[in-house]
């Protein structure tokens, strides 16, 4: 069973239609399980990767940009875990540097046939991050301009 945890959030109704398509077409093609799970707000994919994680899921990916990506990085139990990603998201830094496809095709047969690899990360604060993690201007700098979105 795969559980992916989509960023139901995103401004990207349209594309999220053929991403799902060519997503189902695969895994039913190979008689693969799978659940589709949708955040409804901030932080809501860290919950649902926990809760999978307590259910004994072992095979979770994420479909959305980087704080997608983040999110569910922090509910995950590491140890026990299985974590792919497939880049649907405005932001795809991580993706970029480590080279996982930006095609919806080509990421789901990355993690349909390739054997998965270790991948470090960085803990701050008991907060995880995978390609930069901050503590100082940064985060207050990304705080306000969270703050003043529109």
Request: glycine share 10%; proline share 3%; hydrophobic share 40%.
């Amino acid at each position: 069973m795969i559980d992916f945890i989509v960023n139901g959030k995103a401004g990207y109704a349209r594309s999220w239609l053929k991403t799902k398509r060519i997503i189902t077409e695969i895994l039913e093609s190979k008689g693969v399980e799978y659940r589709f799970h949708f955040t409804e707000y901030a932080k809501h994919a860290t919950k649902i990767a926990k809760d999978l994680c307590e259910q004994g899921a072992t095979d979770i990916v994420a479909i959305g940009g980087d704080g997608t990506v983040n999110e569910v990085l922090n509910g995950l139990a590491v140890e026990k875990v299985n974590f792919g990603i497939i880049p649907h998201g405005s932001g795809n830094d991580f993706v970029d540097s480590v080279s996982i496809p930006h095609k919806v095709a080509d990421a789901l047969n990355v993690i349909l046939n390739e054997s998965p690899k270790p991948t470090d990360f960085l803990v701050c604060d008991g907060v995880r991050g995978l390609n930069i993690i901050g503590t100082g201007i940064d985060v207050e700098i990304l705080q306000r301009c969270e703050n003043n979105k529109i």
